[in-house]
């Protein structure tokens, strides 16, 4: 068997009673960073071994957890903070035990992303979790524009380092919507930031250092009225402009979810 075991994002009460009891009774506990998680286990007074799996010895960890499940152990899998595999190592373990018909069976508990959501204040029917942003800037901005138009709310982890840059490409990419940065869930500095990515980032440009666990969500894209022009006179607006027609043919069928083909015969049957 293995277990995906959630672990507190901070306060400790938030384990659950059959967390404890599965690391209880684990044969191991894969661990992305054994000193971290000994801090859990001596807390819970739990005696059980433990081994390193971390995204540096994940191919070899994941084979060697296989070899001692198919001889009859029990492996328990943690991460540092929250739900294992989310913005952390595992998927290769969870392959290979499903390949060699090993039961995989989570048990759910704290997860950041979904702790933040809960409280944001931001729309809760869709979300779309991207865990942490590309550090580089070009990229960064590149996966934002993809998701400009995403009708669901965005999720993203950040680094306190990076987390001033990250609100300005939002701002630049995305425009003034409503963002809120979630820092040091459950724990004892707990906070929300809610405005624009501007006004947000000017809250915390003022402050001396930025410190703690950051999760940024960001509303989703609004849905623009439906526009009752004509093809024909949209596009002929357009070819006013400067635009060529084919161009504007193709700026109006991408406005109005359409094909250029779709967009290019209604404007002739318009025409005639």
Same mark, same amino acid.
């Given at each position: 068997?293995?277990?995906?075991?959630?672990?507190?994002?901070?306060?400790?009460?938030? !384990?659950?009673?059959?967390?404890?009891?599965?690391?209880?009774?684990?044969?191991?506990?894969? &661990?992305?960073? %054994?000193?971290?998680?000994?801090?859990?286990?001596?807390?819970?007074? !739990?005696?059980?071994?433990?081994?390193?799996?971390?995204?540096?010895?994940?191919?070899?960890?994941? +084979?060697?957890?296989?070899?001692?499940?198919?001889?009859?152990? &029990?492996?328990?899998?943690?991460?540092?903070?929250?739900?294992?595999?989310?913005?952390?190592?595992?998927?290769?373990?969870?392959?290979?035990?499903?390949?060699?018909?090993?039961?995989?069976?989570?048990?759910?508990?704290?997860?950041?992303?979904?702790?933040?959501?809960?409280?944001?204040?931001? =729309?809760?029917? +869709?979300?779309?979790?991207?865990?942490?942003? =590309?550090?580089?800037?070009?990229?960064?901005?590149?996966?934002?524009?993809?998701?400009?138009?995403?009708?669901?709310?965005?999720?993203?982890?950040?680094?306190?380092?990076?987390?001033?840059? %990250?609100?300005?490409?939002?701002?630049?990419?995305?425009? =003034?919507?409503?963002?809120?940065?979630?820092?040091?869930?459950?724990?004892? /500095?707990?906070?929300?930031?809610?405005?624009?990515?501007?006004?947000?980032? +000017?809250?915390?440009?003022?402050?001396?250092?930025?410190?703690?666990?950051?999760?940024?969500?960001? +509303?989703?894209?609004? %849905?623009?009225? /439906?526009?009752?022009?004509?093809?024909?006179?949209?596009?002929?607006?357009?070819?006013?402009?400067?635009?060529?027609?084919?161009?504007?043919?193709?700026?109006?069928?991408?406005?109005?979810?359409?094909?250029?083909?779709?967009?290019?015969?209604?404007?002739?049957?318009?025409?005639?």
């Amino acid at each position: 068997m293995l277990y995906l075991v959630a672990t507190p994002i901070g306060n400790l009460e938030d !384990i659950t009673y059959r967390a404890v009891r599965v690391l209880r009774e684990a044969s191991v506990i894969a &661990c992305e960073d %054994t000193r971290q998680t000994r801090k859990l286990l001596d807390h819970f007074q !739990i005696q059980k071994p433990t081994v390193s799996y971390h995204e540096h010895n994940e191919s070899e960890r994941a +084979a060697e957890l296989v070899s001692r499940m198919l001889a009859g152990e &029990c492996v328990a899998l943690v991460s540092d903070a929250g739900m294992p595999l989310v913005s952390d190592p595992g998927y290769r373990l969870v392959r290979a035990a499903i390949e060699n018909g090993i039961a995989v069976q989570p048990v759910p508990g704290p997860s950041a992303s979904l702790a933040a959501l809960a409280a944001s204040g931001l =729309p809760t029917d +869709a979300f779309h979790f991207a865990g942490f942003l =590309p550090p580089k800037s070009a990229q960064r901005t590149k996966l934002l524009a993809s998701l400009a138009q995403e009708p669901a709310t965005l999720i993203f982890y950040e680094a306190p380092h990076r987390l001033l840059e %990250t609100l300005e490409a939002i701002e630049a990419t995305l425009g =003034p919507r409503r963002v809120v940065v979630a820092r040091e869930l459950t724990k004892l /500095h707990e906070e929300f930031l809610r405005g624009t990515a501007a006004e947000v980032r +000017a809250e915390f440009a003022a402050r001396n250092a930025i410190k703690g666990e950051i999760t940024i969500l960001v +509303a989703k894209a609004e %849905t623009p009225p /439906h526009d009752e022009t004509p093809l024909s006179e949209a596009v002929d607006a357009l070819v006013s402009t400067g635009v060529p027609r084919m161009d504007a043919i193709k700026q109006v069928a991408r406005k109005r979810g359409l094909s250029k083909r779709e967009v290019y015969d209604q404007v002739l049957k318009e025409k005639e």
